[in-house]
């Protein structure tokens, strides 16, 4: 019997050089039930390099959902089974990064060009593992960015069995602007998700793209599936600390106060650190936990100065939360 889907009501998107394993599961303890993505892992990375690198992770971070970029089927269809059996619960492909490093591997956005060749991968994925396998990709790309190619490029791969897409309500320019102008100048286009659903009604539709506080997901959950977050959500964190119960409906969140999310993450950056992990790699996604509060700007400080020092520990995190205090009224 294939696993339960996770559910898509609240995602953190995949983040390259963000969303590790630390950040995970910093956001796993403000948040019991939103749906977490790995960073974008190439199926030739995984297949020739150490697996562990790429796939390792903690049981608490589930739901957890491994992102995969490539093109070669038989490639994509190895790596799924591999995600398979380190215990993930969904395996994404990325057809919607633009970057010029991305583009030369014939992956991410420029896939939506090759609507065929993206059915294809996702049919080869889908017959590699029991997991459920969804996309995440643009509006359009370039001038191929009319509402008729978007259904067209849904539509040929729905029909290769996958029933979930995430997508980025804005188009992408594959020359000319940066992954990061990309995710801001092309104007966001939110009714051509909306209208998506509407004719699409038998799919799982997510939107993502421009979405900054639950209020505007629970309006955006009048209209789709389900809603992802990306950089806002790391920036402040703390907007996942209601999420369970405005969202999922369970009134017994865990992310209910700060210090509390700090007091169990001493025993995780514990643990790494007697495994070798250098402190830095983990207070550096903390940093903006007490965004917008007073104190906010001694705790950054505090964690930016003292985590990069040889030998230092998890007192420093104890320690920046007592500079916070210090001038916290």
Known sequence: MPPTPPSHRLCIAPMLDWTDRYCRYFLRLISRHTLLYTEMVTSAALLHGDPAR?????????????????????????????????????????VGCPSDRVQSGRFGACLM????????????????????????????IDHLDSYHSLCDFVGNV?????????????????????????????????????????????????????????????????????????????????????ADRLLFHDSNTPGNDRQKVIERLIPFVEHELAQGAPLKRITRHILGLFHGQPGARAWRRHLSEHSCRQGAGSRVILDALRAREIITP
């Open 113 to 140: 060009a090759e609507p065929g060749l993206v059915a294809e991968c996702v049919r080869a994925m889908s017959e590699a593992t029991r997991l459920p396998v969804s996309v995440k990709h643009r509006t359009g």
């Open 54 to 94: 790429f796939l390792a992770f903690d049981p608490v971070e589930h739901p957890l959902a491994l992102q995969l970029g490539g093109s070669d089927p038989g490639e994509l269809a190895r790596c799924s089974r591999v995600g398979e059996q380190w215990g993930y619960d969904e395996i994404n492909l990325n």
């Open 158 to 242: 729905s029909e290769a069995g996958c029933i979930t897409f995430i997508v980025h309500a804005r188009k992408a320019w594959l020359q000319g602007l940066s992954p990061k102008e990309n995710r801001e100048i092309p104007p966001l286009q939110y009714s051509r998700v909306h209208r998506l659903k509407q004719d699409f009604p038998g799919l799982e539709i997510v939107i993502n793209g421009g979405i900054t506080t639950l209020e505007a997901c629970r309006e955006q959950l009048q209209q789709v599936d389900g809603v992802m977050i990306g950089r806002e959500a790391y920036r402040n964190p703390w907007l996942l600390a209601d």
